[in-house]
């Protein structure tokens, strides 16, 4: 595989109510640059991040960009919206190239946050009352049209403890046939729920 240099440059820098940040260098042994952008628009905070990279005489661009809201107040509880469009120039188009991204070196050194080329992921949080909070949160292939579900809840049992669970589904083609390419990315993932209760001492 012969030699992985990782050497970057970082630079950060705030205008009016911006931070602006840069960075550059060699990551992987592949030369890669990178900007990105956090402030507020409004009741929005933004923000944005793109990334450069040159894999072996192939350039390839990723970068996203979320939106999030302040609280939403109301009588009966305040309501919080995140929303991010991300876009990976090495992830997979289609479930033909799926199990290419699973085998790369990339998935294995963990630099994917998303396995699709273009996904959308949206988080809505609402707290009911001061001891109970509900969330949800949809992950979107646009490729595929899967989807990834979990909505959850929060309790605080007392100033100690906390209990918090949610279930996990996904959504989209699920007709899998050994030797053909998976059907969908999220169309598999089952369903699975957890509890977890947090105590702090």
């Known amino acids: 595989m012969g030699e992985e240099v990782t050497a970057l440059a970082r630079g950060f820098a705030t205008w009016q109510n911006w ?5 550059g260098g060699s990551l992987y042994g592949d030369p890669a ?3 990105g952008a956090a402030g507020g628009i409004g ?3 933004v923000r944005f991040e793109a990334v450069v990279r040159d894999y072996h005489g192939t350039v390839v661009g990723r970068g996203s960009h979320r939106h999030r809201s302040g609280s939403s107040r109301s009588p009966s509880g305040d309501l919080t919206i ?18 290419t991204v699973l085998q790369s070196r990339e998935f294995h050194r963990g630099e994917y946050q998303v396995f699709g080329r273009d996904e959308v992921a949206v988080t809505a949080a609402y707290q009911i009352h001061p001891l109970w909070s509900v969330t949800g949160t949809t992950i979107w292939n646009l490729n595929d049209r899967s989807a990834l579900v979990f909505p959850g809840f929060s309790y605080s049992v007392s100033n100690e ?3 918090a669970g949610g279930v996990f589904t996904g959504t989209g083609a699920s007709d899998f046939v050994p030797g053909q390419p998976l059907p969908s990315i999220y169309g598999l993932a089952g369903l ?10």
């Open 192 to 201: 699975t729920g957890y509890l977890s209760l947090t105590w702090y001492f």
């Open 19 to 23: 931070g602006l940040s840069a960075w």
């Open 161 to 163: 403890a906390s209990l």
């Open 82 to 99: 995140a929303a991010e469009y991300q876009r990976d120039g090495r992830g997979a188009e289609g479930p033909d190239e799926l199990l």
């Open 33 to 35: 640059g990178a900007v």
């Open 43 to 45: 009741p929005w905070a």
